[in-house]
Nanobody
């Protein structure tokens, strides 16, 4: 199993930046890709960004050019969020996909973009 702990959420003004972190523990050697999802109030959870072990990344159209996903080792993934908009307000979740076709979720961290 893999355990995930997110951090870095908070309140920021429109146009500001935040950096989310997600630390993985447990069977990290089984991780194939790490992802960030978000769930806006009243909406379904959506994929924001993903990064594979090989470093390939993909992004939702709504965040391309503003958000950057990165990893510094097998255990930690980041989401750098720039030029934040009120519509980016959501609970952000870290997710991993493993070689056993299993997925694990963090507890989520709230991001609020408001003046």
């Amino acid at each position: 199993q893999v355990q995930l702990v997110e951090s870095g959420g908070g309140l920021v003004q429109p146009g500001g930046s935040l950096r989310l972190s997600c630390a993985a523990s447990g069977s990290i050697f089984t991780i194939m890709s790490m992802r960030w999802y978000r769930q806006c109030p009243g909406k379904q959870r959506e994929l924001v960004a993903a990064i594979t072990n090989g470093g390939s990344t993909n992004y939702a159209d709504s965040v391309k050019g503003r958000f950057t996903i990165s990893r510094d080792n097998a255990k930690t993934v980041y989401l750098q969020m720039n030029s934040l908009k009120p519509e980016d307000t959501a609970v952000y979740y870290c997710n991993v996909y493993t070689i056993h076709a299993s997925t694990y979720w963090g507890q989520g961290t709230q991001v609020t973009v408001s003046s």
